[in-house]
Nanobody, 128 residues
Framework: VQLQASGGGLVQAGGSLRLSCAAS????????VGWFRQTPGKEREFVAG????????YYLDSVKGRFTISGDLAKNTVHLLMDRLKPEDTAVYYC??????????????????????WGQGTLVTVSS
């Protein structure tokens, strides 16, 4: 399954962007989705996650209250609405989805190993 991410771009600090990610073809219901980001020289970090069983959401502390993850896991789509963007949010953002039938436990939602498929990444640049 290939994931197609879109919505990245250049925005001024304080602005908003909405990232989207969709499967290239219909596939089985996702059980969890997530967004990660990476900047040059740093490890990829978890940004937001959504678990399909109970619609629980999880966020990196620095984006809480500014970012919102949503999606239709049965239709294989996920979005990340990013408000009040800051220059430190500049990164390549990756969507990730879980195709396994089991739902991940809370403590694992932020780990890369939970997810089976990854998008190609979309660049978000926030200017000051």
């Amino acid at each position: 399954v290939q994931l197609q991410a879109s919505g990245g771009g250049l925005v001024q600090a304080g602005g908003s962007l909405r990232l989207s990610c969709a499967a290239s073809e219909p596939t089985s219901r996702w059980t969890a989705v997530g967004w990660f980001r990476q900047t040059p020289g740093k490890e990829r970090e978890f940004v937001a996650g959504l678990r399909g069983s109970d619609k629980s959401t999880y966020y990196l502390d620095s984006v809480k209250g500014r970012f919102t993850i949503s999606g239709d896991l049965a239709k294989n789509t996920v979005h990340l609405l990013m408000d009040r963007l800051k220059p430190e949010d500049t990164a390549v953002y990756y969507c990730a989805t879980r195709g396994r039938s089991s739902y991940p436990i809370t403590s694992t939602m932020r780990t890369e190993g939970v997810y089976d498929y990854w998008g190609q990444g979309t660049l978000v640049t926030v200017s000051s």
